[in-house]
């Protein structure tokens, strides 16, 4: 039976995309939400997930920091994806014949310059690859879908136009999941994240960065959200460019310590060669 690595959307999802990138040798397996794709993993259904973070167009993805912590999974690789937006019709369709495009509501804002130069209304699907399927299941010439060109692949639909997206580095980086942690150092250039939660003291966050500071540690991410429901319960999800072996980073981590109450290693991996580049 192949390994299989589960991805929240339909068939035809740039998170698919993603799968067939950095994992060609894995069979993809769709769930219906972020927290299914987890559950695939945990439960034996799917060595690994596909989950993203963050696009260079439109920020965090939502929730997703919120679930990590909680998921028992570990980072073991990260994928920057290109995110190619391309206008997709029904077979015999040109593009002076559409009226409207379907797609998720963080997409459509990245191709708003290309709707508007040619009259085309956007209107909101749940997912992109859903449009793409609900296009070509309706037959209409008027309609169509922003969306991969998997997705154009899978459901039979012709490429309007290619590659429509206003900024030409839009970028989704991705996190690889698994239920056993890889912590080797695989590469030379390795990627630790981790969540912690500061001591109710004052100047404590300060005092807790210092550490990486003063060792040359350099921390490419960090992002607050609050946890429980509560204002004053905040946790901090961080990227640094090291390993936890590294001496400057052993020495950092253990000075955060000291002036947090919970920390939380999710993972170290190797850094993909494309954020040099993004």
């Known amino acids: 039976m192949p390994q299989k690595i589960a991805?929240?959307?339909?068939?035809?999802?740039?998170?698919h995309q993603a799968c067939h990138a950095a994992r060609p040798g894995l069979e993809a397996l769709p769930c219906p939400s972020f927290e299914d794709a987890i559950a695939a993993v945990t439960s034996g259904a799917a060595e690994q997930a596909m989950l993203p973070v963050e696009n260079t167009t439109y920020g965090r993805v939502a929730d997703i920091?919120?679930?990590?912590?909680?998921?028992?999974?570990?980072?073991?690789?990260?994928a920057f994806v290109r995110v190619h937006i391309n206008?997709?019709?029904?077979?015999g369709a040109k593009?002076?014949?559409?009226?409207?495009?379907?797609?998720?509501?963080?997409?459509?804002?990245?191709?708003a310059r290309f709707l508007r130069e040619h009259g085309i209304t956007g209107r909101v699907s749940p997912d992109n690859a859903r449009a793409a399927r609900d296009v070509a299941a309706e037959g209409d010439r008027t309609r169509a879908a922003l969306a991969s060109e998997l997705a154009g692949e899978i459901y039979g639909l012709d490429t309007l136009a290619r590659h429509?997206?206003?900024?030409d580095t839009n970028t989704t980086r991705f996190l690889i999941m698994s239920r056993e942690a890889e912590m080797t150092r695989r590469a030379d250039k390795m990627m630790t994240t981790f969540v912690f939660r500061v001591r109710n003291?004052?100047?404590?966050?300060?005092?807790?960065?210092?550490?990486?500071?003063t060792n040359g540690v350099n921390m490419t991410k960090l992002e607050s959200y609050m946890?429980?429901?509560?204002?004053?319960?905040?946790?901090?999800?961080?990227d640094i460019e090291g390993h936890?072996?590294?001496?400057p980073v052993q020495r950092a981590l253990e000075e955060l310590g000291f002036f947090t109450d919970y920390l939380k290693i999710l993972g170290t991996y190797p850094a993909d060669p494309a954020r040099d580049d993004t």
Not at 87 to 91: A, F, H, Q
Not at 95 to 111: F, G, M, T
Not at 164 to 167: A, F, G, N, V
Not at 203 to 210: F, H, T
Request: aromatic fraction near 10%.
């Open 7 to 15: 991805f929240q959307g339909e068939p035809g999802a740039y998170s």
């Open 65 to 78: 920091h919120r679930l990590l912590p909680e998921s028992g999974l570990h980072i073991i690789d990260e």
């Open 87 to 91: 206008l997709l019709g029904v077979p």
């Open 95 to 111: 593009l002076s014949d559409i009226r409207e495009a379907y797609s998720h509501l963080v997409l459509l804002p990245q191709c």
């Open 164 to 167: 429509i997206e206003d900024h």
């Open 201 to 213: 003291i004052p100047a404590a966050l300060y005092k807790a960065m210092g550490g990486f500071a």
């Open 227 to 238: 946890v429980g429901g509560h204002f004053t319960a905040t946790q901090f999800y961080s």
């Open 244 to 247: 936890p072996d590294d001496p």
